[in-house]
Structure formats: C-alpha cells, structure tokens
C-alpha cells in the first residue's frame, strides 16, 4: 500500500521567511496530493491539493509542487506570518481512493 | 463545506470503561470516515460508515474495540471499548466535501485520556 513521509518533523522559520516542507510516496498510482493544516483544538482543513496532471498550484501565499517521476511533493509558504504556526500535514491517495496522511510537520513562526 | 459537531470535544477517561463518540453534519453526506491520531503521530482512518450498512474496518481496526453506528446522513457515534492508556488519541469525524472526490472536512476532534 501507499507510504507516505513527510520532513522536517518541525520547522521553525522567522516571520516573513518561507517555509518549505517535503513529502515522498511510494505508489506510483497515487494522483491526488492534498495538504492539511491543523491549528491547536482544531481538525485538520484543507489548504491547497494538487492532481497528477499538474505539476504546480498556488494560492497566494501558498504554492505546491509535484514532482511524479520522483515521487515527491512540497509545500511552500512565502512571507510567513504568525497564524501560520501551526501543524502541516501531505497525504497521498491513489489507486484505492484511500487517503495517507504524513506524520506532519510542526511549523513554529518566530517574531 | 460541511460543518462537522463533535462531542465530546475532551474527556478524560478510566481503564476498562467505553466512550462514545458522536458526530452531527449539517448536511446528509453518503460517507462517514472516523480517524485516530495519536499523539505525535499521524491521521490513521479506522473505518468508514455508510448509512444502512455495517462500517467498513481498515487493518488492525476492529468491531468489537471501535463500534460504530450510522442512523441516518447526518449522524454516527464511534465507541472506544474497554479502553486502555494506549487509546489515549484524538479522535476525528470527516466527510467528502461536496467539491470533489477525496477533499476531506473534519470536525474538530474528540481528545481523550485514558489513566
């Protein structure tokens, strides 16, 4: 099944910075590549996806990258400010349409 | 998207005693996912709830530990049977958004502790 690792483990980055945070999967089937944020109390929320048919997206501040011959994926945050501090999680879904989450990435935005 | 209720959103609970999760949508969604994250660790699917048929379990997740009901579109209950320190986790209710297929809303979560 489908393998998905996420690094660094926590990343802290001063405000106004960016920030980047990478993730490998293991089945070449996999097509859709999601990234959740998850702030203290909450449930993780969608921030931006990315199909296999697209090798790049962004959403202002936010961009992903897709990397499918490699087998990797990236989140990219610019200009980082203090609500971004949060927990960032990537998941990969393929052939099974089941999601799998990386074990995320503890993002700390320092003043 | 999908508001997604859970309760309780906290609880701290006892060796050997069973909790019950529930979930309310404002909305009737077809499929209901539960999910575990322990702490430090990743979001890892325990199964998933379709009104009017039993939940579909992923390995290493059973009936017996978790059982869930699903009465009706907007609602389901996961219970965590004679519970151990070891299921001490955030519990998480999600559905499909209606935007596209595998786009994930999740409630906010069910901590609990169990001494």
């Known amino acids: 099944g489908e393998n998905v690792e996420q690094h660094p483990s926590t990343l802290s980055v001063q405000e106004g910075d960016s920030a980047v945070i990478k993730c490998t999967y293991s089945?070449?089937?996999?097509?859709?590549f999601p990234w959740y944020k998850q702030e203290l109390g909450k449930g993780p929320q969608l921030i931006i996806d990315i199909r296999s048919n697209v090798g790049e997206k962004k959403d202002q501040r936010i961009a992903v990258t897709l990397n499918k011959t490699a087998k990797h994926f990236s989140l990219h945050i610019t200009e980082t400010q203090p609500e971004d501090s949060a927990v960032y999680f990537c998941a990969a879904s393929g052939r099974d349409d089941k999601i799998i989450f990386g074990k995320g990435t503890r993002l700390h935005i320092l003043p | 998207s999908a508001v997604i209720s859970q309760k309780p959103s906290r609880d701290i609970c006892q060796r050997g005693t069973s909790l019950t999760i529930q979930c309310q949508v404002d909305?009737?969604?077809?499929?209901m996912f539960w999910y575990r994250q322990q702490p430090g660790q990743s979001l890892t699917l325990i199964a998933t709830?379709?009104?009017?048929?039993?939940?579909?379990?992923e390995s290493g997740f059973v009936i017996d530990k978790f059982p869930i009901s699903r009465p009706n579109l907007t609602f389901s209950t996961l219970t965590v049977s004679n519970m151990s320190p070891e299921d001490s986790s955030i519990y998480l209710c999600?559905?499909?958004?209606?935007?596209?297929?595998?786009?994930?809303?999740f409630g906010a979560g069910s901590r609990l502790t169990v001494l």
């Open positions: 089945d070449s089937a996999s097509n859709y």
């Open positions: 909305s009737q969604v077809t499929m």
């Open positions: 709830a379709n009104q009017g048929s039993e939940a579909t379990y």
């Open positions: 999600s559905v499909e958004a209606p935007t596209g297929a595998n786009v994930l809303t």
